[in-house]
T-cell receptor
Framework: GAVVSQHPSWVICKSGTSVKIECRSL??????MFWYRQFPKQSLMLMAT?????????EQGVEKDKFLINHASLTLSTLTVTSAHPEDSSFYIC???????????FGQGTRLTVV | SQQGEEDPQALSIQEGENATMNCSYK?????LQWYRQNSGRGLVHLIL?????REKHSGRLRVTLDTSKKSSSLLITASRAADTASYFC????????????FGSGTRLSIRP
């Protein structure tokens, strides 16, 4: 099956710093990528949808200036958590789908801890 | 809420018994997928069922889909301790702008 690589798998950062998470589709072209956040014992909540070469579409309640998403190529999307706060500590997962959007493939997730 | 609903929220059964989880979604779908997630880990894709399919099997897994009721079920037969995990359904709509929306999840515990 298609492989999506997410990096890093975990990161600890200080409050006020920025953290970048990468999501790469290794063996297919991802026209659309999705970013999710998951708090402990909860489900995955969609944060934003990005299409290659265009601005991301953010879900209601997600601050676009805080969670910067870049989808500059068909194999790479990045999520940057700017000025991180402890409440941003969460599990972030990306997903990539191909043209036609018939199936999505997930990265292994990034556990972010802000101290 | 963007989420679909799953029930039960938590399920505890004896090893060897069957486990059934249900999922409801809100909009018309292209397909629906089921995932397993062990605590603190990433998602493991279990099975995908398309909107024109009613039932699908994969090993000990059986998935049904009822598009008229906008619901799906996941049956795990002959459960094992290793099946202990959270299970999520994820629905995908038709258009190129569709989002993948997750259900609220079921936490399954298998008692030895």
């Amino acid at each position: 099956g298609a492989v999506v690589s997410q990096h890093p798998s975990w990161v600890i950062c200080k409050s006020g710093t920025s953290v970048k998470i990468e999501c790469r589709s290794l063996d297919f072209q991802a026209t659309t990528m999705f970013w999710y956040r998951q708090f402990p014992k909860q489900s995955l909540m969609l944060m934003a949808t990005s299409n290659e070469g265009s601005k991301a579409t953010y879900e209601q309640g997600v601050e676009k200036d805080k969670f910067l998403i870049n989808h500059a190529s068909l194999t790479l999307s990045t999520l940057t958590v700017t000025s991180a706060h402890p409440e941003d500590s969460s599990f972030y997962i990306c997903s990539a789908s191909t043209s036609g959007n018939t199936e999505a493939f997930f990265g292994q997730g990034t556990r972010l801890t802000v101290v | 809420s963007q989420q679909g609903e799953e029930d039960p929220q938590a399920l505890s059964i004896q090893e060897g018994e069957n486990a059934t989880m249900n999922c409801s979604y809100k909009t018309s779908i292209n397909n629906l997928q089921w995932y397993r997630q062990n605590s603190g880990r990433g998602l493991v894709h279990l099975i995908l069922i398309r909107s024109n399919e009613r039932e699908k099997h994969s090993g000990r897994l059986r998935v049904t889909l009822d598009t008229s009721k906008k619901s799906s079920s996941l049956l795990i037969t002959a459960s094992r301790a290793a099946d202990t995990a959270s299970y999520f359904c994820a629905s995908l709509g038709y258009s190129s702008a569709s989002k993948i929306i997750f259900g609220s999840g079921t936490r399954l515990s298998i008692r030895p």
